[in-house]
């Protein structure tokens, strides 16, 4: 992983295309991820996710934004605690980075290819974003033992949607303990659909019926509904 102050420093920002123009304001937006205030930090993620992840779709901006907020996964600001929720920023960072991946997983561009054949082969935005992956779990791994619940949950369900990545075929049978704890523990049907889709898809024959009904399937992981970056904060 290059260093998050690399990323910001060395990228060309404004000629990427966010959902709403180019990506020239995103050095601004990123840099307030790192404010002490946590209200502050929630809501430029939020902001964030509009800019570089809007309706769910990943644009040229969208993987430098998410190697900064890999980046600084260790920076002492992400222990932030968020108020009301006693849980560090640190788990909503990597909640969000789980979102993201998640739109960018195969089952969603299984799902687009039925409907727009050659997605991926067209898309050099997405493929270009997918081929991050293996970068990105050399971030994410270190969390998947977190002392707090909530960040070790968030970092599994990353770490799940990453290891799709056939270069990361070796990690699939401990994340697999992992997906099986998610499942035992979790309330978040969302992760534990990510967690029972995983298991499936790697031969680990998943406990139960699959979480999720077919009308809320399309609910991203690490939400709960309301939205994970919604007040109270």
């Known amino acids: ?17 966010t959902a709403f123009g180019s990506g020239e304001d995103l050095p601004k937006v990123l840099t307030r991820l790192l ?70 997983s195969d089952e969603i561009v299984a799902r687009s290819e039925e409907y727009f054949p050659g997605f991926l082969t067209r898309s050099t935005t997405m493929a270009a974003f997918r081929d991050l992956r293996p970068m990105l779990y050399r971030a994410v791994a270190p969390f998947l033992h977190d002392s707090h619940k909530d960040v070790r949950e968030a970092a599994v369900i990353a770490a799940l949607l990453l290891a799709e990545h056939p270069a990361l075929a070796g990690h699939r049978a ?21 967690a029972w889709r ?21 609910q991203g992981p690490h939400s709960d509904g309301r939205g994970d970056l919604e007040p109270p904060f």
């Open 1 to 17: 992983m290059p260093r998050y102050q690399v990323v910001l420093a060395e990228t060309d920002w404004g000629s990427l295309q």
């Open 35 to 104: 404010e002490p205030d946590p209200k502050v930090q929630v809501t430029t993620l939020r902001e964030l996710g509009e800019l570089v992840g809007h309706q769910n779709t990943i644009y040229e901006a969208t993987a430098p934004a998410v190697m900064y907020v890999a980046g600084i996964l260790t920076h002492p600001a992400t222990m932030t605690r968020r108020p009301y929720r006693d849980s560090p920023i640190r788990a909503t960072l990597l909640g969000w980075l789980a979102s993201t991946l998640h739109d960018a």
């Open 174 to 194: 401990h994340l697999a303990v992992h997906a099986r704890r998610i499942l035992g523990t979790s309330s978040n049907d969302p992760d534990r659909r990510v």
């Open 198 to 218: 995983a298991l499936e898809a790697w031969g680990h024959n998943p406990p139960g019926p699959e979480p999720l009904s077919e009308e809320t399937e399309d």
